[in-house]
């Protein structure tokens, strides 16, 4: 009965609203269950309101609703494994916040390890260690168009500036140059597909210019030690706010702002072999996203105002 159950939920939480549930025929057939076996499964289902389905006769059983927690724990699924970028930007934040609030809004347990590198993270999935992750459009779109990548064939996008948002991804100097062409040693993280694109956009190569391999967390500590002259940062939570520092910044400019546009949203992605994900990818409702990464904001202006505060009652001692 349990093997039927499971069999069921997993079919319609890989199908939608409106799909043909398989014929009760093919999961006897698949299971080597009785006739009657496949039926009192339904019948459990839609009595715990995980699942309801209309029969059309020899056309099968069109999905009318589905309960995802319900159908998940009647069918006694394991956890999603996520995985997520180290926190530490108001995006990531967000998304870790507001992903985990709609998984307990759709009763789906979870666990969470924070990976480092989009393209790692997209590894684990694709060697079936993890089953979601969240990275930017860049990091999917290169990596998918570099190899292929039919494990990873659940996904949906955030849209523009969820993963980048365009005023925190900046360029880093100590001094303002008085012409671009002075910057000559560039920062750049070749193992990251977003920050080597990003770079090259806002620094292509030219006589004289030439890139130092440094990991993109890293690029405030090489440019402000003079290793580097600039480096592409993306803007990260700090006890010390970057106006102290001594860096100069900016947000890019000229045609690499396309380049960032084209890379800054975000894009979430399933591994196939777990097609019950493909549910929860979609019932995700994506507007309530905004609220989480600003409220993520409004921490950081508020901690930035204390500090200001503190400092105008300083100076007025």
Known sequence: MHAAVRAVVLDALSKRVGDTLTKNTDFREALGVGVGTVQRALDLLADRGALQT?????????????????????????????TLSPPGSVEIDGIEAWLGRELVRLGVPYTLTHVRGGNHRLDLLDRGESDLTVVSAGTFDGLRAARDLPSLDIERKLGPGTYYSPERLLVLTTREPA?????????????SFDHEALTLAQFPPRPGREYAQVPFPEVPAFVLAGLVDAGVWHQLASAVPLELTGLKYRPMWG?????????????????SERGELRAVVD???LETLPSHRDAAIAREQAMAARLASAIRASSNR
């Open 179 to 191: 012409v671009e062409g002075e910057l000559r040693r560039i920062a750049i993280d070749r193992e």
């Open 255 to 271: 045609d690499s702002a396309g380049t960032r546009d084209r890379l800054s949203g975000a894009t979430i992605v399933a591994r």
């Open 54 to 82: 209309v029969s059309r006769g020899h056309l099968g059983r069109r999905i009318e609703s589905v309960d995802i927690g319900q159908s998940w724990q009647a069918a006694g699924l394991p956890p999603v494994q996520i």
């Open 283 to 285: 019932s995700l409702i």
